[in-house]
């Protein structure tokens, strides 16, 4: 059974940071591209940051500088590292697997607020 567990939401002030993680279960998680995506309430979800199996990675436009995304292959883990986080940054972060088929966890509220 495949799992993906996000962790690491919460709430933080504008400006702060703040570290997602998502712990992977079920996959060889090494030969998956891995992926952040957000959904804000009304808004559809948007790719935030995505690392490949090689490690190649790619942000959206309103994150890049900011966010970062690393993966630890052995720890079966993906992380998203966020600085200089601002109120439109608040959404529920889903973590993605995707190879052959694709993944989705369940989801971390992350809120921006002072």
């Known amino acids: 059974q495949v799992q993906l567990a996000e962790s690491g939401g919460g709430l933080v002030q504008p400006g702060g940071s703040l570290s997602l993680s998502c712990a992977a279960s079920?996959?060889?998680?090494?030969?998956?591209?891995m992926a952040w995506f957000r959904q804000a309430p009304g808004k559809q979800r948007e790719l935030v940051a995505r690392?490949?199996?090689?490690?190649?990675?790619y942000y959206v436009n309103s994150v890049k500088g900011r966010f970062t995304i690393s993966r630890d292959n052995a720890k079966n883990t993906v992380y998203l590292r966020m600085n200089s986080l601002k109120p439109e940054d608040a959404a529920v972060y889903y973590c993605?697997?995707?190879?052959?088929?694709?993944?989705w966890g369940q989801g971390t509220q992350v809120t921006v607020s002072s």
């Open positions: 993605h697997a995707s190879y052959l088929r694709d993944y």
């Open positions: 079920g996959i060889i998680f090494s030969m998956y591209t």
């Open positions: 690392i490949a199996s090689g490690g190649s990675t």
